[in-house]
């Protein structure tokens, strides 16, 4: 009788440790634009945000859906102050899950537009790869961490003045890119994050007589799953 008992009492403890483990487990990490974690197959994201490049506002849009096998095709626009648009279109893919850390790589041909109407009309645009590595730290099951590092490969430069244009062909390494941001479970269907992004160029940049060694642009928006 007291081994039935015991039987029951161990066998009786088991299933509670199982129930409790698997309640306490955090649920699968839902897809994110903002991080490094996939859509699903046939999935679509969308974000909207803004934000500060340097001292000039700026908006931003990205929408992207999910081919399957940790990959997906993402789209993105920016604009600071209306006058420099910076569109990129490409892919990226999350090849590892190593516990709470979502490895990811993400590669897109993106582009820079700024024009400024005066007398004449002045266009300058430079066509360029981004890739970027990065990590996602699920910190909580409603709050990740994301870090990554990223460069700029100019392609091709492009100047109009006074309808003359004069296209170059360059490869160079133009610029280093670290991001660091958060993002949080807002509802159901949204988070929000906040970015920092430090763009560092190879050549100074010089705005009238302020020399910019680095160049901070902050982003905060949400992201949506549908």
């Known amino acids: 009788m007291r081994t039935r008992h015991l039987i029951a009492i161990v066998l009786a403890s088991l299933v509670l440790l199982v129930c409790g483990r698997a309640a306490a487990e955090p649920p ?12 699903a197959s046939g999935e679509g994201a ?4 803004g934000g500060l490049a340097v001292v000039l506002p700026m908006v931003l849009v990205e929408g992207g859906v999910g081919l399957g096998a940790g990959v997906d095709l993402v789209g993105r626009y920016a604009s600071v102050l209306g006058l420099l648009h910076i569109p990129e279109v490409g892919v ?55 870090v990554g590092l990223g460069a700029e ?12 244009d004069e296209t170059e062909g360059v490869v160079r390494y133009d610029a280093t890119v670290g991001h660091l941001g958060l993002q949080t479970t807002f509802t159901e269907d949204m988070d929000v ?30 992201t949506w799953t549908f």
């Open 92 to 146: 990226r893919w999350a090849p590892a899950r190593l516990g709470d850390v979502q490895v990811g790589v993400r590669l897109t041909a993106a582009g820079t537009l700024f024009g400024l109407k005066a007398d004449h009309v002045n266009l300058s645009s430079t066509l360029y790869l981004a890739p970027d590595v990065g990590l996602t730290w699920t910190a909580t099951p409603h709050t990740r961490v994301v």
């Open 153 to 164: 490969l100019d392609l091709v430069d492009l100047r109009v003045v006074d309808d003359e």
């Open 193 to 222: 994050f906040a970015n920092l992004r430090i763009r560092v160029p190879t050549e100074t940049f010089t705005f009238e007589t302020t020399a910019f060694y680095a160049l901070p642009m902050l982003e905060a928006g949400a």
């Open 46 to 49: 969308l974000s909207v945000g």
């Open 28 to 39: 699968e990490p839902r897809g994110s634009l903002f991080a490094h974690t996939p859509l």
